[in-house]
């Protein structure tokens, strides 16, 4: 199994820009999850999913949007790039309620 | 609000020596609570949780109500302790985690 990957590592983007950051799972997971961690910070749930079709805010959602047409993708949309959402980008995913969060790699923003 | 403390940014020991990585929380409820850890070019993971109540790489961690703390402990720090961790408690169902800031812990030869 991959686990959860995500696409793709690194990225500069100029303000106004859009993008889509990529996120998969193999392991059959219902919840998953998009946080954002900024330096010398802890992660921030943005949104969060419970299965296909169902999605949800988080702590810090404006500036983003998500989908989940299927169990296994659930991708952050990124409108119009501000130097705000300068981040690293974790996507992790859960079998269900109080099970462990199995995180991917992570993505780094950069908006100029 | 809810929000999880973790008041040393760095926690910097010797080999053999024992270590205490602080965590407080605040939260109205019973909290579920956990440390992640994330080894130098590796992904964040679980280290445990307080619902099991075991000893993973020699590392406990004991809830206290009282003191809202969960502080992670091992009684002699190993080279390869050193990492970032994170403390995180579980939010409002489904799972949602507010995390900490994270303690970066060097253990030296």
């Known amino acids: 199994n991959a686990g959860v990957t995500q696409t793709p590592k690194f990225r500069i983007l100029k303000i106004g820009q859009s993008m889509t950051l990529q996120c998969t799972q193999d392991?059959?997971?219902?919840?998953m999850y998009w946080y954002r961690q900024d330096p010398g910070m802890g992660l921030k749930l943005i949104y969060y999913s419970v299965g296909a079709g169902i999605t949800d805010k988080g702590e810090v959602p404006n500036g983003y949007n998500v989908s989940r047409s299927t169990t296994e993708d659930f991708p952050l949309r990124l409108e119009l790039a501000a130097p705000s959402q300068t981040s690293v980008y974790f996507c992790?995913?859960?079998?269900?309620?109080?099970?462990?969060?199995?995180f991917g790699p992570g993505t780094r923003l950069t908006v100029t | 609000a809810q929000r999880v403390t973790q008041p040393e940014k760095l926690l910097s020991v010797f080999k053999g020596a024992p270590v205490e990585l602080k965590c407080n929380y605040s939260?109205?409820?019973?909290?579920?609570l956990f440390w992640y850890v994330q080894y130098s070019r590796q992904r964040l993971q679980l280290l445990l949780r307080h619902i099991s109540r075991e000893s993973i790489k020699g590392f406990t961690a004991d809830l206290n109500k009282g003191e809202t703390s969960f502080h992670l402990k091992k009684p002699f720090a190993q080279e390869e302790d050193s990492a970032m961790y994170y403390c995180a408690l579980s939010s409002g169902g489904y799972n949602k985690l507010i995390f900490g800031a994270g303690t970066r812990l060097a253990v030296h030869p």
């Open positions: 939260y109205s409820g019973s909290p579920e």
């Open positions: 992790a995913s859960s079998y269900s309620q109080s099970y462990e969060q199995y």
């Open positions: 392991m059959n997971h219902n919840y």
